[in-house]
């Protein structure tokens, strides 16, 4: 199968509850042809020994020392096979049809280079919190430059 997305996560001493719902839920997309690469940033016990995921589409990379989230990205990044990298960390969970949305508007929009997703809080089944991000260059331009604790 050709892989026309890369998504990238890394972890470090992972809650394994929280990693194996995220890890779940990019699994569950309504689009397949993606990869998971999951660099596990020299965490105490091996993440791919604690999560017993078989997936031909998940790989692990296990560093014997913390390189830091950026490195280890990077490191990620390196060993994708697709064009299009979609970033997703340990905690989160994505919607189930966020990569299949996202490409079939990068597919559309050939000048578009980068594309983002809203945040969505939860506790439980309540939303505590609701994030919206920018979409227009001018919005993003001014929303980089604020500094402001999320």
């Known amino acids: 199968m050709i ?3 890369s998504v990238v996560m890394s972890c470090f001493n992972s809650d394994m509850l929280l ?9 569950n997309q309504s689009f397949s042809k993606f990869e998971l690469i999951i660099v596990d940033d020299g965490s105490k016990h091996p993440i791919s020994n604690s999560i017993n995921i078989i997936d031909s589409r998940v790989k692990f990379i296990r560093l014997d020392n913390s390189v830091g ?6 490191i990620g990044i390196g060993e994708a096979k697709a064009e299009l990298i979609a970033r997703i960390d340990d905690d989160d969970i994505m919607f189930p049809d966020r990569l299949k949305q996202q490409y079939e508007y990068l597919m559309k929009n050939a000048n578009i280079v980068c594309v983002g997703t809203r945040l969505m809080f939860k506790y439980g089944n309540k939303t505590i919190k609701y994030r919206k991000f920018p979409v ?3 919005q993003i331009i001014n929303d980089l430059l604020e500094i402001r604790i999320v």
Do not use: C, F, Q
Request: no cysteine; net charge neutral; glycine share 4%.
């Open 3 to 5: 892989m026309e997305i």
């Open 69 to 74: 989230l950026g490195a280890a990205l990077n």
């Open 136 to 138: 227009y260059h001018d």
């Open 19 to 27: 990693l194996k719902r995220s890890i779940t839920s990019v699994l």
